[in-house]
């Protein structure tokens, strides 16, 4: 009889879980149906953190136990990167409807891939703000712009956007052009040094019978592009964010490097740390999830020695460690050397503007009072925050921007003919002179080069914004769509820059294989078609107004880069880097530092991908034959890309890897027409 109270405590506990299930469902799906979006009624909400931490491993098992057809209809906004596998745009075309609510008992959440819903979203950022909520983790080193929102985001974009001038994307120019020939230096000197170089995993034959003088025409076969270009970005931002000039192995450290410089650009770890900066940052960035999710006091105390898992937990601890030392380090100098009345050296630097702006009293006059709120936690909180999102997503845009041109040889002789007429074909890169050819490279087929990787392979796949606290609601068409108070609203951008409303096909053909929508693949062409009109001003037009309506400027390249000739998307349709007063401020950066490396590249080489054959037998082919194997290298290409996965940024994971070379210009053996030559 003793049970009796627990077993009624137990039936009052259901009968209220009950009753709250039933009434949150009741609720919430009366709030969805009020949009009038489709909605998906799911029994977990996708978006919940206890879901988003286990459904790796609970959604097979889920699956696998429940029958199909009750979850059929739902289940792809369970699932892990639905928004880029299998299409980002099957979903929505499947609903018939291009934004849609999920609606559960415990939460909603609408997901959208309409240009007019977006760019309203971004637009209205009072009434969408950013969903902080998910952001908050990434403070680790302090808040700083990117993860706060209100007055406090106003203040750190303020004195943060004061870095990100014209004069500094020139020097950014530079520092790419100068990374990029790092980079290029780097395989030319691996496959030379040995004929079986590490990079080179693919045919056996690799170099074996080569005759010597080849070596310098060709790169061996490189595996690492990924990690590459992942070096490329980092070397770049350590400019950027700290004004570093950071060296590749095979580089040596110039004679006038600043000793203090030295101290964060060697190769070889300083006294008193075991890591490089480069590498301590880099491992920061890439074991992100680690810290994130696991505290430093537990990490500390994992001994390396347990395996694999142990090495990277502790490695990411001892990482971050040194990582902090050296921004202690780096703050504590330049606090000095403001005090002693050292100049500033010429370069970009956020976090010595930063500094400066902080402790430099003779530079009160740009000081409202704005800046001097910044606290020392804020500084390197924004300093690392730029890291973290100039690094990764430059770095898989260029990536894939490298392997899409291996796959489309053809599109390769477009691009070379226009960095030979903007800057000839045996210039000096160094030479190069921004002002004058930045507009003509981002307005040439460079410029449509990355625009299409970005349409196609977006780093960032869904921006999260959220209705403000009290109910706001969009127009789409004639209608009117209420939004309840603080539901997340997510617009897919891998969806809206593939759907056919904004976009015009350049081919509608079908393959053997079925319908292949040729908004699914990469044609930079695409960017020479005429604009669709839709009603609906330009994303270009309406940035003009935009900054007088908001009358306060956010920073950032506010400019257009752009010739009336070339496409324009309709306003929300085109959102790689956000819009409105949260979109990127690194745009014009990025911009600057992509098509420098396109130039650079391909102004002296052309890239091919590893095909199944020796040299020999290449050389021994006829035309038919070596587009035969190209093909066969082209379709397994395609295949990984598809495979990308977003974690953090989309790109490939788990060692998956598309292999290429680079060779001399003229000396291709593959230029896209072999069945015509
Ligand atoms: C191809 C390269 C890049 C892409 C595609 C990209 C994309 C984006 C996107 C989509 C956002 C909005 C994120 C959100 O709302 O959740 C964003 C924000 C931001 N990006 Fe970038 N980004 C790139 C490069 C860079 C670079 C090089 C920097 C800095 C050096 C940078 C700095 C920032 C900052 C500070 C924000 C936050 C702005 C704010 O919230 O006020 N990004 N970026
Ligand atoms: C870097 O990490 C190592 C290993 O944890 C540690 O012994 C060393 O003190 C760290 N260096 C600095 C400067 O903190
Ligand atoms: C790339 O996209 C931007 C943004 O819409 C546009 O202004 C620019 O003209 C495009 N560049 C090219 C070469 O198409």
Known sequence: ???????????????????????????????????????????????????????HFLLPILTRLLPERLYASYVFVMTPDWEYHPSPRSHFTRLG??????????????????AAVISQVMSRREAFPKDTRQYGILEIFGSNVVTTEGQVWRMHRKVT???????????????????????????????????????????????????????????????????????????????????????????????????????YGSLQPPYGYSMT???????????????????????????????SWGSKLHEAWEAKVNYSKYMNAFLAEKVQDIRAGVQEREGMNIMGQLV??????????????????????????????????????????????IVELAMHPEVQRRVQRDIDAIFGRDSDPETWDYEKSINALLASYIGAVINETLRLIPPVVVTPKRVADTDQWVQDGGQRHPMPAMMPVMPVISAVQRSRRYWPALHDKTTKKGDTDDLDEWHPDRWYLPSMSQGQPSS??????????????????????????????????????????????????????MVAAIAVLFQKYSVELAVDASDEEVQMMVPEQRRHVYAKAQEKAKETVQQAQSVVTLKLTGGRHVPVRFVRRGKERFMGNEASC
């Not at 074991?287 to 347990?306: N, Q, Y």
């Not at 924004?382 to 990764?392: D, K, S, Y």
Request: hydrophobic content about 35%; overall charge neutral; proline content about 5%.
């Open 1 to 55: 009889m003793r049970l009796t109270p627990l077993v009624t405590l137990l039936g009052v506990f259901l009968a209220w879980a009950t009753y709250k299930i039933y009434a949150g469902f009741r609720s919430n799906i009366a709030k969805a149906r009020k949009t009038g979006y489709p909605v998906l009624i799911t029994p977990i909400y996708p978006l919940s953190p206890l879901w988003l931490t286990t459904r």
């Open 277 to 307: 900066f480069a590498d301590s940052l880099a491992t920061v960035l890439e074991r992100i999830v680690i810290l994130l999710l696991i505290p430093s006091a537990v990490l500390k105390r994992i001994p390396e020695r347990w395996g």
């Open 540 to 593: 270009d037009d309406e940035k003009g107004e935009g900054k007088q309506q908001q009358e306060e400027n956010y920073g950032g390249y506010q400019g257009t880069d752009t010739s009336p000739t070339l496409f324009r998307p309709v306003r929300g349709s085109f959102i790689p880097f956000s819009d409105g007063a949260r979109s990127c401020l690194g745009r014009r950066i990025a911009m600057v530092e």
């Open 356 to 401: 400066r702006s902080k402790y430099d009293p003779s530079s009160s006059e740009k000081n409202d009072g704005a800046t001097m709120k910044l606290e020392d936690s804020e500084i390197m909180g924004n300093a690392f925050i730029m890291t973290l999102a100039g690094h990764e997503t430059t770095a898989n845009v260029i990536h894939f921007a």
């Open 161 to 263: 956007s004061a870095s990100f001038n014209e004069r500094n994307a020139g020097h950014t120019f530079r520092e790419a052009v100068r990374q990029t020939r790092g980079m290029v230096g780097g395989w030319f000197s691996s496959s030379s040094s040995s004929s079986s170089s590490s990079s080179s995993s693919g045919s056996q034959e690799e170099g074996t019978g080569r005759r010597e003088g080849d070596v310098e025409d060709m790169t061996g076969i490189i595996t690492t592009l990924e990690h590459d270009t992942m070096r490329w970005a980092l070397n770049i931002i350590g400019y950027v964010g700290f004004g570093l000039k950071l060296l590749w192995p095979h580089e040596s450290m110039p004679k006038d490097m600043d000793p203090k410089l030295a101290k």
């Open 97 to 114: 409807s291009d934004t849609f609510v999920v609606a559960s008992w415990n939460g909603l959440a609408c997901y959208t891939s309409d």
